[in-house]
């Protein structure tokens, strides 16, 4: 599949994701759902970000944005599992992601077999390159001698099958959190037909 048709696979997917949510309506209004649904919206804006920077050939900004949305996924995750005090340092801005720790934290709260520690230390030092303007980014300035991007559409696929993801992952925490099972159940479709091209 070309870099476009997974762009465009995406997008789709993330409008239907994001409509699953929005049809709900109103959703209780405590302080960790308040956090939980921001961080889905602001998932949800980073991934149309990506895709749109993608789509129009600004790799750098697509990949940079890779890391903020592993980041609001965390957070989604820890205001739902995390202490009354992870919650105030969250809400008071004071809040710093420990991407050696959390992963397996999230792990065990969930029950999620090592998925975010696997999937954390995978990617730490690329999400911080790239985010950071590190040598990951400084790479991609260049196509041999010449001074011009070079992103593979391999690499490009990842962004956006990573960011595509984390939009699924946190409908799916936000939908299982509030019972709304009916929305839980057609989130897990849409991406189950997403995943099998």
């Known amino acids: 599949m070309s870099v476009q048709d997974e762009i465009v696979k995406a997008r789709h997917l993330g409008e239907q994701l994001e409509e699953v949510v929005v049809r709900i309506g109103q959703c209780p209004d405590d302080d960790r759902n308040i956090l939980l649904l921001g961080y889905w919206a602001l998932l949800?804006?980073?991934?149309?970000?990506?895709?749109?920077?993608?789509?129009?050939?600004?790799?750098?900004?697509?990949?940079?944005?890779?890391?903020p949305v592993v980041e609001a996924l965390v957070r989604s995750h820890v205001v739902l599992m995390g202490s009354d005090e992870d919650v105030r340092e969250i809400r008071e801005d004071e809040y710093r992601v420990n991407f050696e720790k959390i992963g397996s934290q999230i792990d065990t709260a969930f029950g999620?077999?090592?998925?975010?520690?696997?999937?954390?230390?995978?990617?730490?030092?690329?999400?911080?390159?790239?985010?950071?303007?590190?040598?990951?980014?400084?790479?991609r300035r260049f196509d041999g001698h010449d001074l011009k991007p070079d992103y593979n559409d391999d690499e490009i696929i990842e962004v956006v099958?990573?960011?595509?993801?984390?939009?699924?992952?946190?409908?799916?925490?936000?939908?299982?959190?509030?019972?709304?099972?009916a929305e839980a159940k057609r989130g897990g479709e849409l991406f189950t037909e997403w995943g099998r091209h």
């Open 161 to 181: 099958r990573c960011s595509t993801s984390a939009v699924f992952m946190v409908t799916n925490l936000v939908t299982k959190h509030l019972k709304f099972e």
């Open 44 to 67: 949800f804006d980073y991934h149309k970000s990506i895709l749109g920077l993608l789509s129009n050939g600004l790799c750098g900004g697509a990949f940079a944005l890779v890391r």
């Open 112 to 139: 999620l077999d090592g998925l975010f520690t696997n999937f954390l230390d995978d990617r730490r030092t690329a999400l911080h390159s790239y985010t950071h303007s590190g040598t990951f980014q400084l790479a």
